[in-house]
């Protein structure tokens, strides 16, 4: 997969798979699967490191696990995730953290939320030759600035903003474009507008591709699931039930036994019993 088949994925109709993977055994699962883009999400934080929330996802945590999903990906398009402040600062700033996710981590394209003066930063890292993938809707990062996780455009003047940035970030020269937690019929709507395809999430069925958080849908995160998810699998119930056997085995020894279990040859094992 690359940046021109996920954009003739629009024109031809056919919706691009995306799935986050923070390590090797998950991104060869992802990709082995034939998900067509595999995302290193800053949403690592939340789901593998254990924060509260995304903010504290450092660029040196983003690359580190890039590096290790690298090596599971073949076939899939890989996109890093630029952490929370990573590129506010300045343009220097922001090219300067993107290149240490494609030439230390291997991505072959950076995602970024926002609009507005980010704009500017997607015009300037694809201008450098780093494909951009843009984020709006519900951002994740400004938890702090929202008060919490809620549908985003809502109202029509939300609403008409969103697809101004869509369409400004489209224009920036991203090539694909992530909605998060917005209305299906705004959704919608900037799906129609755009060139580029739009990846939702909490985003209805009417964009051209849909992303989950892996933890999500193999059912390995804890605690409420929003409404968008749908788990395909329960892992984390089987995960819990064989490690419950395993201690219990231990416990009452009936795990190890003499199969797993190595050998002296017969003879020395005789001269050292004795
Ligand atoms: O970090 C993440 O997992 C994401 C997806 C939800 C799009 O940004
Ligand atoms: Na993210």
Same mark, same amino acid.
């Given at each position: 997969?690359?940046?021109?088949?996920?954009?003739?994925?629009?024109?031809?109709?056919?919706?691009?798979?995306?799935?986050?993977?923070?390590d090797y055994p998950f991104a060869r699962l992802a990709d082995a699967a034939g998900v067509d883009m595999i995302l290193v999400?800053?949403?690592?934080?939340?789901?593998?490191?254990?924060?509260?929330?995304?903010?504290?996802?450092?660029?040196?945590?983003?690359?580190?696990?890039?590096?290790?999903?690298?090596?599971?990906?073949?076939?899939?398009?890989?996109?890093?995730?630029?952490?929370?402040?990573?590129?506010?600062?300045?343009?220097?700033?922001?090219?300067k953290a993107a290149g240490r996710l494609v030439q230390e981590g291997g991505a072959e394209a950076v995602k970024l939320e926002?609009?507005?003066?980010?704009?500017?930063?997607?015009?300037?890292?694809?201008?450098? &030759?780093?494909?951009?993938?843009?984020?709006?809707?519900?951002?994740?990062?400004?938890?702090?600035?929202?008060?919490?996780?809620?549908?985003?455009?809502?109202?029509?003047?939300?609403?008409?903003?969103?697809?101004?940035?869509?369409?400004?970030?489209?224009?920036?020269?991203?090539?694909?474009?992530?909605?998060?937690?917005?209305?299906?019929?705004?959704?919608?709507?900037?799906?129609?507008?755009?060139?580029?395809?739009?990846?939702?999430?909490?985003?209805?069925?009417?964009?051209?591709?849909?992303?989950?958080?892996?933890?999500?849908?193999?059912?390995?995160?804890? &605690?409420?699931?929003?409404?968008?998810?749908?788990?395909?699998?329960?892992?984390?119930?089987?995960?819990?039930?064989?490690?419950?056997?395993?201690?219990?085995?231990?416990?009452?020894?009936?795990?190890?036994?003499?199969?797993?279990?190595?050998?002296?040859?017969?003879?020395?094992?005789?001269?050292?019993?004795?």
């Open positions: 997969m690359t940046v021109r088949t996920v954009l003739e994925s629009k024109q031809q109709g056919r919706p691009v798979v995306m799935v986050t993977a923070y999400g800053d949403s690592l934080g939340n789901v593998v490191l254990g924060y509260p929330s995304t903010v504290f996802v450092t660029l040196d945590d983003m690359v580190h696990h890039t590096k290790a999903v690298r090596r599971g990906v073949q076939r899939a398009l890989l996109v890093a995730d630029l952490p929370f402040l990573t590129f506010h600062l300045s343009v220097d700033e922001a090219l926002g609009a507005g003066r980010v704009a500017e930063v997607v015009h300037r890292l694809t201008e450098a &030759g780093i494909p951009v993938v843009g984020h709006l809707g519900l951002l994740p990062q400004r938890v702090h600035a929202l008060g919490g996780y809620r549908v985003q455009g809502r109202d029509e003047e939300e609403a008409r903003r969103l697809l101004d940035q869509a369409l400004a970030l489209e224009q920036a020269g991203a090539f694909a474009l992530v909605l998060e937690m917005v209305p299906r019929e705004l959704a919608a709507s900037i799906t129609r507008r755009l060139r580029i395809p739009t990846i939702g999430i909490g985003a209805g069925p009417d964009c051209d591709g849909q992303v989950l958080v892996i933890h999500d849908l193999l059912g390995l995160t804890h &605690g409420r699931v929003p409404r968008f998810v749908r788990r395909y699998a329960e892992l984390g119930r089987l995960a819990l039930e064989a490690l419950q056997r395993y201690a219990a085995d231990v416990r009452n020894r009936t795990f190890p036994t003499d199969e797993h279990s190595y050998h002296l040859a017969p003879d020395v094992a005789q001269r050292l019993a004795d």
